[in-house]
């Protein structure tokens, strides 16, 4: 099938708001099902969430605190995306174009996870510390 063909109705195109959420929510799931990674940092989200209520954190330490979860679960979703993708396009045989490509969506994540690690250090360190030391 010609991609650019424009005379055919694109049959697969989700047609209400509704059926877009459900398209949503199931690759949310899926990653969730399939990724090991994703369920990690869905722990992690949990435990982080566990500690912003426990500690009483403000208002924007929630701001920051959420931002980051967010943002490490939207990087690891585009990251198991482009994996995905690259292995349907590769057909699982070796490329360093493929592997480059899965690397650097790995490393995104990476870099999206330091910026958590050191939301939580600012945000629960203090908090720690004067619970400990006070």
């Known amino acids: 099938m010609d991609l650019r063909e424009t005379n055919s109705p694109k049959k697969w195109k989700n047609r209400t708001l509704t059926s877009s959420l459900e398209f949503a929510l199931t690759g949310i799931f899926t990653a969730f099902k399939e990724e090991r990674n994703m369920r990690k940092h869905g722990i992690s ?19 920051f605190l959420l931002l980051a979860i967010f943002l490490v679960i939207t ?9 995905n993708v690259v292995d349907l396009a590769s057909n699982y045989h070796f490329s360093m174009l493929a592997k480059n490509a899965k690397d650097m969506a790995a490393g995104a994540v990476l870099v999206i996870s330091g910026y958590a690690v050191a939301t939580g250090i600012i945000i629960f360190v203090p908090k720690i510390w004067a619970l400990l030391f006070h």
Do not use: D, P
């Open 45 to 63: 989200a949990v435990l982080a969430a566990l500690a912003g209520i426990i500690f009483h954190i403000t208002a924007i330490e929630w701001l």
């Open 75 to 83: 990087f690891e979703i585009i990251n198991s995306a482009i994996e």
